[in-house]
Nanobody
Framework: QVELVETGGGLVQPGGSLTLSCAAS????????MGWFRQGPGKEREFVAS????????FYSVPVKGRFTISRDNAKNTLYLQMNSLKPEDTANYYC????????????????WGQGTQVTISS
C-alpha cells in the first residue's frame, strides 16, 4: 500500500506560478513511477506529467509542456510539480498517482492515488 498526500494548491492569478508536492508513505517510493493528473470542472481526468522511478525520464501532456516541470526527491519520498505561466484553463483538482513497472499516461494503470489538491487560476 502506498499513501499519497498532495499539498500546495491554491488561488493564483494568470501568469503566476505554483508548486505542488505529493508526499508518499508506505512502500519504497523509489520503486514507483509517478504521475500527475488533473480534473477540471465538468471534465474527465487527464494526464499532466509523469516521471520514472529513478527520475531520469519525464513526460508531459501537450498543454503543459514547457510550462510545468515534474521532479522527485526519492530521499524525501516526495514528488513535485512546478507550474509556471499558469492559465485559467489549468484550473483543476490535481492528483498524484503511483504505479510499478514504468510510467504511463493512462490513469487506469496507476494503482495508488492521492486525494487531490485544488488549483484555481483567476484574476
Amino acid at each position: 500500500q502506498v499513501e499519497l498526500v498532495e499539498t500546495g494548491g491554491g488561488l493564483v492569478q494568470p501568469g503566476g506560478s505554483l508548486t505542488l508536492s505529493c508526499a508518499a508513505s508506505g512502500r519504497t517510493f523509489s520503486d514507483y513511477a509517478m504521475g500527475w493528473f488533473r480534473q477540471g470542472p465538468g471534465k474527465e481526468r487527464e494526464f499532466v506529467a509523469s516521471i520514472s522511478a529513478s527520475g531520469r525520464n519525464t513526460f508531459y501532456s501537450v498543454p503543459v509542456k514547457g510550462r510545468f516541470t515534474i521532479s522527485r526527491d526519492n530521499a524525501k519520498n516526495t514528488l513535485y510539480l512546478q507550474m509556471n505561466s499558469l492559465k485559467p484553463e489549468d484550473t483543476a483538482n490535481y492528483y498524484c498517482a503511483a504505479r510499478l513497472f514504468g510510467t504511463s499516461t493512462e490513469a487506469g494503470l496507476y494503482s495508488y492515488w492521492g486525494q487531490g489538491t485544488q488549483v484555481t487560476i483567476s484574476s
